[in-house]
């Protein structure tokens, strides 16, 4: 196994736990590492720091997978294979077992660059949606196979056997790592199953209705890995904060404007709660994908919203058909605007231009709902864009909540870039 070396005086950071290298910071040059290839890091007096892999076409030129010198085989199926148990077991012990989650989540289950969501359809089975983001991360899924049978040997509660596993690299994130977009394969028995309609179970954001709710999802060709897993707690957390609000108790009906909405997770889980409570639920679904806009009705509708309209369409360019305050609960969740450090400004401006409509078209004493998965705009950033966005429409927002991830996506405290998702829950006036 080739071996890399630090500067002096540039281990610092990776000594406090960060897991990344910069090619600045090594002695040599990485040019003759191939993409992926594992190797071992040593600090610049020679001595070991950690096992990993390296990729010269990255500014991050080396991610840690172990820290430990004896567990040489880290990089290996069976050192993937024991992360991804202790993984499973964290979101065990969250309460994750019957419903869908996300399984591993990169460096914050050692296994930087990859992403397992796990989705627990309607009859129980598992259809595991693998993605490899960096150029270590795809060895591992090429040999996948292995990586199940070490996992099996692990393995005590039997649905790892039983999954269908879909290798799903075709991020445009791969891109930056110099990786092929791929198409989707299977591995495992999925005769029968409709993978671009599966009924996947998700967590009820509703501590009342604790019953799982089920959805309609694309796990071969939607986006990511098909379904957004991460919003979940913030919905129950926008919920805690409206039970007692005058503009939902005693009501009647409520009108809900979903922007971004994909295939409707923040409508299905409101629609259901407001329905539980007798309350007729009215939802605009907006979105630019005629696909996840067709389930992302049949999920509200599911779930017992009474009157849905769609609207195909640009957040940016396409809501001045929508009424000035016209909604009682406006939720702005947009894609990751900014995808690298260059797209900062562009992608700032974006996000200003979307959650200036947002501001426009909540109601007075109606909740609005601001998120971004960008992680590079920072929370600071993004307060000051929500506030600009509010004063161009000569509104003021008392933010009443502050939200992030779902744990089954931890975040480690000497890891920031981990920490992405921001969600904003405030009344306007």
Request: with cysteine.
């Amino acid at each position: 196994m080739k071996k890399i070396r630090l500067k002096a005086k540039h281990d610092r950071r990776f000594r406090t736990g960060h897991p990344w290298a910069y090619s600045n910071e090594l002695q040599d040059s990485p040019k003759g590492i191939e993409p992926g290839e594992a190797l071992e890091l040593l600090d610049p007096a020679g001595k070991f720091m950690a096992w990993g892999y390296g990729n010269p076409a990255s500014l991050i030129t080396f991610r840690a997978v172990s820290r430990e010198e004896t567990e040489q085989d880290a990089m290996a199926p069976a050192g993937v294979a024991r992360r991804l148990e202790a993984a499973w077991k964290l979101r065990h012990a969250l309460g994750f077992e019957k419903v869908s989650h996300r399984l591993c989540f990169g460096e914050a289950d050692r296994l930087p660059g990859l992403i397992v969501d796990r989705y627990v359809q309607a009859d129980h089975s598992t259809v595991l949606v693998v993605q490899a983001q960096t150029a270590g991360a795809d060895r591992w899924t090429r040999d996948f196979e292995s990586v199940l049978a070490e996992w099996r040997k692990l393995h005590r509660d039997g649905w790892v056997d039983r999954a269908i596993v879909i290798i799903k690299n075709d991020s445009s994130s791969r891109k930056i790592e110099g990786l092929q977009q791929d198409a989707a394969k299977i591995l495992g028995d999925a005769h029968g199953r409709d993978l671009h309609h599966a009924r996947i179970l998700v967590r009820s954001a509703d501590l009342a209705n604790p019953a799982p709710l089920e959805f309609s999802a694309d796990l071969m060709g939607g986006q990511k890995t098909g379904f957004f897993l991460d919003q979940w707690a913030n919905i129950q957390l926008t919920l805690e904060r409206l039970e007692n609000w005058p503009t939902v108790t005693g009501r009647k009906k409520i009108r809900i404007l979903d922007l971004c909405c994909y295939v409707g997770q923040w409508s299905a889980q409101l629609a259901r709660y407001f329905s539980k409570r007798g309350i007729s639920v009215e939802v605009t679904l907006v979105d630019a994908s005629k696909a996840a806009l067709q389930q992302a009705e049949k999920n509200a509708r599911a779930a017992g919203a009474t009157k849905v309209e769609l609207v195909e369409g640009d957040v940016l360019h396409d809501l001045g058909g929508l009424a000035d305050k016209g909604f009682d609960l406006v939720i702005s969740d947009p894609p990751a605007l900014i995808k690298g450090r260059k797209d900062i400004p562009v992608g700032t401006h974006a996000y200003l231009q979307l959650h200036t409509q947002a501001a426009r078209l909540v109601a007075e004493q109606g909740t609005w709902v601001a998120c971004s998965c960008s992680g590079l705009l920072i929370e600071d950033s993004f307060g000051e864009t929500l506030a600009k966005a509010a004063r161009r429409q000569n509104r003021s927002i008392s933010w009443i909540a502050r939200g992030g991830q779902a744990p089954d996506h931890p975040v480690l405290a000497d890891f920031p870039e981990g920490r992405y998702l921001k969600c904003w829950v405030g009344i306007a006036h």
